[in-house]
């Protein structure tokens, strides 16, 4: 009768599935500690994040930069709500670590940039309005038109009354009114390479005629005929000239006087500047 085959035994006497056991718990391990680390917003992310900043769309050394993925800045464009969501939620899975105060220092250097970039904003809106109040004494429309500033500097903004260019609830731009829009028109094609937006504002009196439905309708007429000239006798790029109705729903007076009425009629021409992601 044959014996049988005797299985030999590893060499360091222990059972061949314990290798395995072994492997699988490296690779667990490995596991576990990338997820570990991925939960992490540790310094090493957050100068990171300081170094894009710094180095991106112009404000110092120019060039787009992407930061953590993408998530922030790209192509050299700046989303300030973007990084204020991020800085407000920032630090929220490393705050346990209260012995070394890196959240709080991270935080800080966020805040840093945030405030250099928003500066540099205010600096650029800033020169584009003494620009705009130049050239619009050199065309003689000062008088007809206001210039402001975005509370965020992303644009700077000509207004004209919406006597000025139209009739009561009428969007024909009136005869009178074509060298004035001519003239406004020379003024934005010094800044044909922006982003433009016409919005057309109305006070709170309802339509009576039945030419159009209502307010919104009528502005949004008044700022798609002044786009259209401006298109059409300008030379103004329609891919980056926007128009739109707000109607009697953006008011920058009370509409309970005659003049706050005719305030709120109005044509509003922004010119975004070239950090505001436009």
Not at 34 to 59: N, P, R, T, Y
Not at 179 to 185: A, C, F, N, Y
Request: aromatic share 8%; net charge negative; hydrophobic share 35%.
């Amino acid at each position: 009768m044959a014996r049988k085959r005797k299985v030999e035994e590893p060499s360091g006497g222990s059972s061949p599935w314990l290798a395995t056991f072994a492997d699988l718990m490296n690779l667990l391990l490995c596991f576990f500690v990338m997820l570990f680390a991925m939960s992490e917003v540790d310094a090493e992310k957050f100068e990171q994040l300081s170094l894009s900043l710094s180095s991106s769309f112009g404000i110092f050394d120019g060039g787009g930069h992407s930061i953590l993925e993408g998530e922030l800045i790209s192509s050299g464009m700046y989303q300030l709500n973007d990084l204020g969501e991020f800085y407000n939620n920032v630090g929220q899975d490393s705050g346990k670590d209260n012995d070394t105060g890196s959240s709080s220092g991270n935080k800080g250097n966020v805040q840093e940039a945030m405030d250099q970039i928003k500066e540099e904003m205010a600096n650029v809106s800033a020169g584009m309005y003494d620009n705009l109040s130049d050239l619009a004494d050199q065309y003689e429309i000062a008088d007809l038109i206001e210039l402001s500033i975005d509370p965020d500097y992303r644009f700077v903004q000509l207004s004209l009354r919406g006597s000025v260019l139209f009739d009561s609830g009428k969007a024909d731009i009136k005869e009178e009114a074509i060298p004035i829009l001519s003239k406004v028109g020379d003024v934005l094609s010094k800044f044909k390479d922006y982003t433009i937006e016409i919005e057309g504002h109305t006070d709170n009196v309802p339509m009576t005629s039945g030419r159009y439905k209502n307010n919104l309708w009528l502005s949004s007429a008044r700022a798609l005929n002044a786009a259209e000239y401006l298109i059409n006798n300008k030379g103004m790029d329609p891919s980056r000239l926007k128009y739109s109705g707000r109607g009697e729903y953006d008011p920058v007076a009370s509409n309970d006087t005659q003049d706050g009425k005719a305030k709120n009629r109005r044509i509003e021409i922004k010119i975004y500047n070239e950090l505001s992601g436009k």
